[in-house]
């Protein structure tokens, strides 16, 4: 280990990045590189170690099931994938245009799948992100009702940038979870971007949600800003039965 006055410092002052390359650059010659050459390195590994910190940060508390990665989508499977548009979507403007993402089709043709890579393309860009299943926000949000932390929950569901509601319409909504719904779409509504997958066609959402007065409101919020993609095919899941590459797109 170093025992140098200015990488104890560095390190008193958590510059963990810069007392790293410090110690490394002890260890070389780097007599051609100018005092701000080597100032430079220094400063560009602290950045890079301080950006991966914040990075792992930020997809720990996504919650990402599973953490998908971009470079890993498989775009050959016949599923009605556009490449162009998601290619754009991976760009990220969308998040900056505070838009919508909405990914429909057949249970096991990678909406999940690809919902997560968004994400996590996303937290990749800076933005936090979170993941749940409608079923399980609306028990959370049913839960925040009853003990006294709805109003802080909202607020926590508002402050996220790309949050990931999993599992749209599988379940039979009643009063209180549509105007739940209502309430955490209405926070986001030009404000933040929510990602939905589900396998009700666009079509059939607005009588999945059952109240047609609700339902015009919630659709409003969500719809239409939203990028949609409508997949279809057969099942990645029961092609790829038994295979663990990172390319396994539920």
Same mark, same amino acid.
């Given at each position: 280990?170093?025992?140098?006055?200015? !990488?104890?410092?560095?390190?008193?002052? &958590? /510059?963990?990045?810069?007392?790293? *390359?410090?110690?490394?650059? $002890?260890?070389?010659?780097?007599? !051609? =590189?100018?005092?701000?050459?080597? @100032?430079?390195? /220094?400063?560009?590994?602290?950045?890079?170690?301080?950006?991966?910190?914040?990075?792992?940060?930020?997809?720990?508390?996504?919650?990402?099931?599973? +953490? *998908?990665?971009?470079?890993?989508?498989?775009?050959?499977?016949?599923?009605? @994938?556009? &490449?162009?548009?998601?290619?754009?979507?991976?760009?990220?403007?969308?998040?900056?245009?505070?838009? +919508?993402?909405? =990914?429909?089709?057949?249970?096991?043709?990678?909406?999940?799948?690809?919902?997560?890579? @968004?994400?996590?393309?996303?937290?990749?860009?800076?933005? $936090?992100?979170?993941?749940?299943?409608?079923?399980?926000?609306?028990?959370? @949000?049913?839960?925040?009702?009853?003990?006294?932390?709805?109003?802080?929950?909202?607020?926590?569901?508002?402050?996220?940038?790309? /949050?990931?509601?999993?599992?749209?319409? =599988?379940?039979?909504?009643?009063? *209180? !979870?549509?105007?739940?719904?209502?309430?955490?779409?209405?926070?986001?509504?030009?404000?933040?971007?929510?990602?939905?997958? $589900?396998?009700?066609?666009?079509?059939?959402?607005?009588?999945?949600?059952?109240?047609?007065?609700?339902?015009?409101?919630?659709?409003?919020?969500?719809?239409? +800003? *939203?990028?949609?993609? +409508?997949? &279809?095919?057969?099942?990645?899941?029961? &092609?790829?039965?038994?295979?663990?590459?990172?390319?396994?797109?539920?």
């Amino acid at each position: 280990m170093l025992h140098h006055p200015t !990488h104890e410092k560095l390190t008193r002052l &958590k /510059l963990f990045g810069m007392a790293r *390359a410090f110690a490394e650059q $002890s260890a070389l010659d780097l007599d !051609h =590189l100018t005092f701000e050459e080597r @100032l430079g390195l /220094l400063v560009d590994h602290e950045v890079t170690e301080r950006d991966g910190k914040a990075l792992a940060l930020r997809l720990q508390r996504a919650r990402l099931k599973p +953490n *998908a990665a971009a470079e890993d989508i498989d775009y050959r499977h016949p599923r009605g @994938l556009d &490449k162009a548009l998601f290619q754009r979507l991976l760009a990220g403007q969308w998040l900056t245009d505070r838009q +919508n993402v909405l =990914l429909t089709g057949p249970t096991g043709v990678g909406k999940t799948w690809l919902a997560c890579a @968004l994400a996590h393309q996303a937290c990749r860009q800076g933005y $936090s992100a979170y993941y749940v299943r409608l079923p399980r926000l609306l028990d959370e @949000l049913g839960i925040g009702r009853a003990d006294g932390r709805y109003g802080k929950l909202l607020k926590q569901l508002a402050r996220i940038d790309t /949050l990931v509601i999993d599992d749209w319409g =599988l379940a039979v909504l009643d009063d *209180a !979870h549509r105007r739940d719904l209502l309430e955490v779409l209405d926070d986001r509504h030009g404000t933040r971007s929510t990602i939905v997958t $589900s396998q009700l066609p666009i079509e059939h959402w607005h009588a999945a949600i059952g109240d047609p007065t609700l339902a015009d409101a919630i659709l409003d919020r969500l719809v239409h +800003n *939203a990028h949609q993609l +409508n997949l &279809k095919g057969d099942s990645l899941r029961r &092609k790829r039965a038994g295979l663990t590459s990172p390319a396994h797109q539920e």
